[in-house]
């Protein structure tokens, strides 16, 4: 890492020890609910044990919230990708691994799985936040690394598990929310509005338990993309002289024109939950919970072109002196419907959780039962109310998955937990030819894929005290993994092609060790090997190599993690400090990049590839104390430097030493609240990442324009006024200094959000 990260990470580090110490002089009476390190002193080594945890209740007090994700917005070292409020496309990054790598993270509500186990993008695969909307939810827990036996390689950067609570007497909510953004860049200069409108209700009757919620969100957002055209090296008279373009450089530094903007997308989204639950006169409890999502999402596109007074979107043109041909899909290929309706079920059996013996068993379900996307492939204007296109279907893809748990506490200084877990996924899309794009019915096929992945597993983890202060634990994860029933089929170029089965077993030890020093300091050792499967789309993607068609390979190899970290913390009654030491090793990495498609061919394509190996190291730095400097003022941040690159690329040399896709050298942030009373809060906030590279031998340097990944630095505000302990009131702004950055898409520039809320 650079040595400007490295000495702005020991400025940090300097800063939050001088403030740990000075708060520990002062005291305090509040607890931290934000960065909680779980679990008693008996359970020290528990790798289990969330390293964050986000409560409901800090949320709703710091964090202009709209949705689920949201919640996550100052967490430790992750960033959530999320381009405007409604996003259905807001993936994770981690400590080590980038916004492209979804599968490295594991999702969870109420033990069902929200991670999109059939990709691993930033699209398509990217987590379902919106099945949970935030007033249902209770607590957010954050799990580093893959060093708990219990859960899959997939939590090689983080696992993420989101708990609903049930009501112990009757509840009532009514929460609204409304947004404006002013958005000016390049010929865009719009005001958009988001408005939510949430509520629920439960109640406990007896051992009967029940909670009913729903929330509708209505946002119109700004532009995602940008249409943009390669411009000519000579200068031409040809074509029609048209005026509005700006002059603009890619993330490469080669010169291009922007030509309007697209992707302006108006989505109204709907999400119903239902949680039921039964205690049992003997401890055990059984549980429901349901959720359906409902999304209506139209997509609209904005020329900056003019020939006179007239709009352009196509055709044989002349912009300041360079002849360009502009194709009709440089637009309509932006025009757009969604609709979605997507279900999640899960049902949980278990026992009492104190005694000797503890159990639970969980079954889930994840079903897209209406995903369709029509496109206009039509020439604009003409395509706005009519023409051709296509519409692309994912019905029938979903996952389920199935656990049995259980620990045993019966041995004397050790804690034995086991289980066995299924889960099986199912993806299936279809794209149609239309001839109306808006209302027409199916046409011929254009293409699909289909396939299936299935991973049985068993699991064992001990925790062992060896004495009263020195803890340890050992673990063992097997699994049995196949991928099968795969197709891909093309009209044009023409490929029809059954894909082979394949299939791993893979063995995943995991070690963690903890040492009480003393009532404050504990220090921590951990350990773990970790497999990733490939997934469904990984394996079928399809390429065109001019006039004929490939699926480049459906022969890939698991990637296997070695994951390793070094932690030491301090924990007082007036806060909490972390640093933290992590390496991580990927062997066969599954990485997109660019290598021959046809053997003994110059002709590169890019695709996704096993690379021999990546290296990850890093230092994460975390606090948060109260009654810094005065009583009631709370600072909590955080600090991670990242050394993230490719050791060994045997395909791609070009890669080699390069920084990893998507990870910054350094990111952070920093959120002060001040309470001066129990009605007050005021909360200021920060985020900051050095610029990214987007691509595995970092070919894109200039990251200030569309498609690149910039540096930011946001800040945030919000003021809560809790009127009663009913009605409460806020005011909030998200990117208070309007900075206008890219993550390859452009971001939101200064929101102003108004929030009132009643609950009883």
Request: net charge neutral; proline share 4%.
């Amino acid at each position: 890492m650079s040595r400007t990260s490295l000495r702005l990470g020991a400025s940090v580090l300097a800063l939050c020890a001088a403030t740990t110490v000075q708060a520990q002089t002062i005291g305090g009476s509040l607890q931290s609910e934000y960065v909680i390190v779980t679990g008693q002193r008996d359970r020290a080594a528990d790798p289990n044990r969330p390293d964050t945890q986000v409560t409901a209740a800090k949320a709703q007090e710091q964090i202009n919230t709209v949705n689920t994700e949201d919640m996550l917005k100052y967490a430790p070292s992750l960033v959530v990708r999320k381009r405007h409020y409604g996003d259905t496309q807001a993936p994770v990054a981690t400590r080590t691994s980038g916004l492209g790598a979804s599968a490295r993270n594991l999702i969870f509500v109420d033990g069902i799985m929200l991670n999109s186990p059939i990709g691993n993008n930033n699209s398509g695969a990217s987590p379902n936040w919106s099945v949970v909307a935030p007033k249902a939810v209770s607590r957010i827990d954050v799990l580093y690394g893959p060093f708990s036996a219990r859960y899959a390689g997939n939590s090689i950067g983080a696992t993420i598990s989101i708990s609903t609570r049930m009501p112990e007497e009757f509840e009532l909510y009514v929460n609204t929310v409304g947004g404006i953004q002013d958005f000016d860049q390049y010929g865009t200069h719009s005001t958009s509005g988001t408005w939510q409108l949430s509520g629920g209700v439960g109640d406990r009757i007896g051992a009967f338990s029940w909670r009913l919620s729903v929330s509708h969100l209505d946002s119109t957002g700004h532009p995602l993309n940008y249409a943009t055209l390669t411009r000519p090296a000579a200068t031409s008279a040809a074509g029609t002289v048209l005026t509005g373009a700006f002059s603009e450089f890619n993330r490469t530094g080669a010169p291009i024109v922007v030509v309007g903007a697209t992707g302006i997308e108006h989505q109204v989204q709907d999400t119903f939950m239902a949680k039921l639950a039964y205690d049992f006169s003997n401890g055990m409890q059984l549980s429901y919970l349901a959720s359906l999502f409902r999304q209506d999402d139209d997509s609209g596109v904005e020329t900056y072109l003019r020939n006179g007074t007239t709009p352009v979107y196509t055709g044989n043109s002349n912009i300041d002196g360079r002849n360009y041909n502009i194709a009709a899909s440089t637009f309509s290929n932006n025009l757009y419907n969604t609709q979605q309706s997507k279900l999640a079920q899960g049902l949980t059996l278990k026992s009492a959780p104190d005694g000797d013996f503890a159990w639970e068993i969980i079954a889930t379900d994840f079903a897209y039962l209406n995903d369709k996307q029509r496109v206009a492939t039509a020439t604009l204007p003409g395509a706005f109310t009519a023409g051709a296109g296509t519409v692309n279907r994912m019905n029938g893809t979903g996952w389920y998955t199935l656990d049995a748990n259980a620990v045993w506490r019966g041995w004397e200084d050790h804690e034995i937990a086991f289980g066995a877990h299924r889960d099986a996924e199912t993806f299936a899309q279809v794209r149609n030819n239309l001839t109306d794009w808006i209302a027409g019915g199916m046409g011929t096929v254009v293409n699909s894929a289909k396939g299936r992945t299935a991973t049985n597993a068993l699991w064992l983890q001990d925790i062992w005290s060896l004495t009263s202060s020195l803890k340890a634990s050992a673990g063992l994860r097997y699994e049995d993994w196949r991928a099968y029933s795969g197709n891909n089929f093309s009209a044009s170029p023409v490929l029809n092609v059954n894909q082979p089965r394949i299939s791993a077993s893979t063995l995943s030890p995991k070690a963690t060790i903890a040492w009480q020093g003393s009532e404050k300091w504990r220090f921590t050792g951990s350990w773990g090997i970790a497999y990733r499967m490939p997934t469904v789309t990984e394996l079928y993607q399809a390429i065109t190599t001019g006039v004929t068609l490939s699926v480049p390979n459906p022969n890939l190899k698991p990637e296997r993690a070695s994951s390793y970290e070094l932690a030491v913390e301090r924990r007082t009654d007036s806060g909490f400090f972390r640093a933290s030491l992590f390496w991580e090793d990927i062997s066969n990495a599954l990485l997109s990049q660019s290598a021959p498609l046809v053997p003994g061919s110059n002709t590169l394509f890019s695709y996704v590839q096993n690379v021999d190996r990546t290296r990850a190291r890093g230092v994460e730095l975390v606090l948060d104390q109260y009654d810094v400097l005065f009583p009631g003022l709370e600072l909590m941040g955080s600090v991670t430097a990242t050394e993230a690159r490719i050791v060994r690329n045997s395909v791609f040399a070009a890669a080699i030493n390069k920084f990893l896709p998507g990870v910054p050298q350094l990111k952070g942030n920093l959120v002060a609240t001040y309470r001066p009373d129990d009605q007050w809060s005021f909360t200021l906030g920060a985020r900051y990442s050095d610029k990214m590279f987007g691509t595995i031998d970092n070919s894109d340097p200039y990251p200030r324009t569309y498609q690149g990944f910039e540096g930011y630095l946001v800040a945030d505000a919000r003021v809560r006024y809790r009127w009663d302990d009913n009605w409460n009131v806020s005011l909030g702004v998200d990117n208070i200094n309007n900075k206008k950055y890219f993550l390859f898409h452009p971001f939101p520039q200064r929101t102003v959000l108004l929030e009132i809320g009643y609950a009883r």
